[in-house]
């Protein structure tokens, strides 16, 4: 096959997929082809190869040497302080592994009792 005859059928090809791509949203690939007396592996073939061919074009980014890692270091403060606000009124205080929790007596049991394992567990 000469070139011209393979430019003619891969515009055509070309053309014939452009339009399948933009069919309506409620027909299928399958339908559109069969309505418009495309075969479906041909139509495969042929999308597979442009799909190449475009894979192909895209150049991959040139690889550099990797860029040196630095770390830098902060200071996180110790333990940060809760204030509690004037309607607040601690009844109990526990301390554990660093932390202080100030407990009100209208604390409901479900969450005493997350709050307790959460310190146990930090």
Known sequence: MDQSTHDVRRANWLNIITECQQRPVNVSVKQWLADNGVKEKAY???LRKFRREAC???QPPAVTTQAEVSFAEFNVPASVPVKLTAADHAVATIRANGITLEI???I???L???LVQEVIHA
């Open 44 to 46: 495969y073939y042929w």
């Open 108 to 110: 409901s049991e479900a």
């Open 112 to 114: 005493l009792r997350m």
């Open 104 to 106: 009100a007596d209208d």
């Open 56 to 58: 192909g074009q895209i």
